[in-house]
């Protein structure tokens, strides 16, 4: 079955104490990018990857990091957690930015205290 | 830059009624559009999509939705909500020369009445 898998789908922390999501696609598609969710907000990107070895900066980045190593895995690193990133996240995959489907994982609901 | 507006982060409709969520877009080269619906506790899954080829795209569970250039627009319609309908819907946009980013509208949260 094709899907993106998330790990955590829940996660409480602490400030300052740095934090891992995973995700990984089994589509074999190139293109992978992390959005956060807040209410009224909408989505907003946070970090995108063509492939592997190759990311960039979305329109919220402040306080992440990204690694593409693997073509299906891209984790979102928090390195030292802040109230403000308490939010839902979402990974999604798709064989190309502009006119293809994105596919998404479950979400990680991310609560930093 | 690109940008998408939605109208009303939350409408309401009997079951039956017709279903009409709006979308508006900004973007200075052709753009492809999307829309998505996002269930309780789910995460995103397309609903249709708009590449530049026929301006009244259908897609799953009856929803379709037309493009207008004149009026920057891709609204969504569905003739007949059912209960099952509800849920939050986001229209998106990209475009090719942008550095490959989406850009998500807020989103409508839509509540079927029985």
């Known amino acids: 079955e094709a899907q993106v898998t998330q790990n955590p789908r829940y996660l409480i922390t602490v400030t300052g104490k740095k934090l891992t999501v995973t995700c990984s696609q089994n589509m074999n598609h190139e293109y992978m990018s992390w959005y956060r969710q807040d209410p009224g907000l909408g989505l907003r990107q946070i ?16 306080g992440y990091k990204v690694s593409r190593k693997e073509k299906r895995n891209f984790p979102l690193i928090l390195e030292s957690p802040s109230p403000n990133q308490t939010s839902l996240y979402f990974c999604a995959s798709s064989f190309s930015p502009a006119n293809t489907e994105a596919f998404f994982g479950q979400g990680t609901r991310l609560t930093v205290v | 830059a690109q940008s998408v507006t939605q ?108």
């Open chain 2, 7 to 114: 109208l009303g982060s939350h409408v309401s409709v009997s079951e039956g009624a017709l279903v009409l969520l709006r979308c508006n877009y900004s973007s200075s080269v052709p753009p492809y559009l999307f829309w998505y619906v996002q269930y309780p506790n789910q995460g995103l899954q397309l609903l249709l999509k708009y590449t530049s080829a026929a301006t009244l795209v259908k897609g799953i569970n009856g929803f379709e939705a037309e493009f207008k250039k004149s009026e920057t627009s891709f609204h969504l319609t569905k003739p007949s909500a059912h209960m099952s309908d509800a849920a939050e819907y986001f229209c998106a946009v990209s475009v090719s020369n942008t550095g490959n980013q989406f850009y998500f509208g807020t989103g409508t949260s839509l509540t079927v009445i029985p």
């Open chain 1, 47 to 62: 970090y995108y990857s063509m492939n592997v070895e190759v990311t960039d900066k979305g329109d919220v980045p402040e």
